[in-house]
Structure formats: C-alpha cells, structure tokens
C-alpha cells in the first residue's frame, strides 16, 4: 500500500517571503508525483509533475519541487509568495504498476499569504 | 477546449432519492475517475476506469456504482444516498499510465 503524508495542515506566510510545503510518502514500487493547487471554489489543477530524470522539477507559478528517493520526499518550494497563491496543495502519488492508474492524495496543506 | 464537465454543480437532497452525477471529457482519454474530498481527509478515490466497459473499485466504494459505456462519460450514481456522503466530489480524466489527471470543477453534493 502507498500512503502519502502532508505534515502541515496550514502553512501561514507573508508576501515575498519563501515557502516550504512538505510532502513524504511511503511506497514499495516506483511512483510518479505530483503537486496539485485548488483554489477556492474551483477544481484542481496541476502545479508541477515528476516521472522520471532530473529530481528538480519547475512548475507553473514559480513553485519547484525535488524528488528525494533516499528520504522519500517531494517538497514544494517557491522563493517568494504572492497573495495570489493562497490555496490548498495537494501532494499526490501515482503508483507504478500494470494495475491501474491509482492516484494517492495528501490530506492538504492550505497556504494563507498575508500582506 | 480540453475540459472534464460535471453535473450538477450543486444538489441538495433528500436521504433514499437516487441520483445521478455525470461528467463527461472531450480530451479522449481511456482513464476515468471519481474523487470525494472531505475537509482533513483530502481526496479519496471512489471509482475508476481504465477504458469502456472496464471499472474498478477505489478506496471508498461502498455506497457508489458507476459505469463507462462510452470512452467520454463516467457517471457517478448513488442509488440510495444517506446523509455520510454529503460531500465534494470530482471527476478526473487522464491519457494514460502516468499521465496526470485533469479535474472537472466539482460537485457539491448535501444529502438531508
């Protein structure tokens, strides 16, 4: 079974500063990851992937994440914040296998930007 | 446009009364899914489908059928609907093993 854990439950930032939104998961096989932003009232849209190769990836926005293997990890980074990117993230695995296409959330980490 | 619809947005309704959520993509994708999200929960897979005619239980099944008759359209259907699945729920599409997922804008479901 794969599980994935978003330690912090509300992450409260100011504008212009840099954020850090953890993401650890637990998985036998080989998975895929994502970051997922939902925005108030809306659905969810992806903010960045990792499949395979370079273990720094950018996204859209601004936000970077790196796949740490050792440490299984994928945290979510962006230098500086804008009010714009308050939201709920999602850490999200996908598990590698010929069974199916089985997407494993967090339970969120909702980021407040303050002026 | 690529997009997952679904429908309703919004439905408030009575405990027993059978329902139908649908959605419905235009991107030709073989994978299909159903998501509930409860506040600290996240989301938690209810169905999915790996092409037409082929589904398969998530993790919280119980309660929930659907069927996939067309490669476009996934619907959602709870046949006796009790007050715990009052939630929000989502419809996902995806291309292929790997690929990530594109949501429909939800559906937010009260059961009285």
């Known amino acids: 079974a794969q599980s994935v854990t978003q330690l912090d439950s509300q992450v409260p930032v100011f504008e212009e500063a840099p954020v850090e939104l953890r993401c650890n998961y637990s998985?036998?096989?080989?998975?895929?990851l994502f970051w997922y932003v939902q925005y108030p009232n809306q659905g969810l849209q992806l903010l960045l992937k990792?499949?395979?190769?370079?273990?720094l990836v950018k996204g859209i926005n601004g936000f970077e994440a790196e796949f740490n293997k050792s440490q299984t990890s994928f945290h979510l980074r962006k230098p500086s914040v804008h009010i714009s990117d308050t939201a709920e993230y999602f850490c999200?695995?996908?598990?590698?296998?010929?069974?199916?296409?089985?997407?494993?959330f967090g339970t969120g980490t909702q980021l407040k930007v303050e002026l | 446009e690529a997009q997952v619809t679904q429908n309703p947005r919004y439905l408030i309704t009575v405990t027993g009364k059978k329902l139908t959520v649908t959605c419905s993509q235009n991107?030709?994708?073989?994978?299909m899914s159903w998501y509930r999200q409860d506040p600290g929960l996240g989301l938690r897979q209810i169905y999915y489908?790996?092409?037409?005619?082929?589904?398969d239980k998530g993790d919280v099944p119980e309660g929930y059928k659907v069927s996939r008759k067309e490669k476009r359209n996934f619907p959602l259907i709870l046949e006796s609907p009790s007050p715990n699945q009052t939630s929000l729920y989502f419809c996902?599409?995806?291309?292929?093993?790997?690929?990530?997922?594109?949501f429909g804008d939800g559906t937010r479901l009260s059961i009285l």
């Open positions: 999200a695995v996908l598990r590698v296998t010929g069974g199916g296409n089985k997407l494993t």
């Open positions: 998985s036998s096989v080989s998975v895929y």
């Open positions: 990792y499949l395979s190769g370079s273990t």
């Open positions: 991107m030709n994708h073989e994978y």
């Open positions: 489908s790996m092409n037409v005619e082929v589904t």
């Open positions: 996902a599409s995806a291309g292929g093993l790997g690929q990530p997922q594109h």
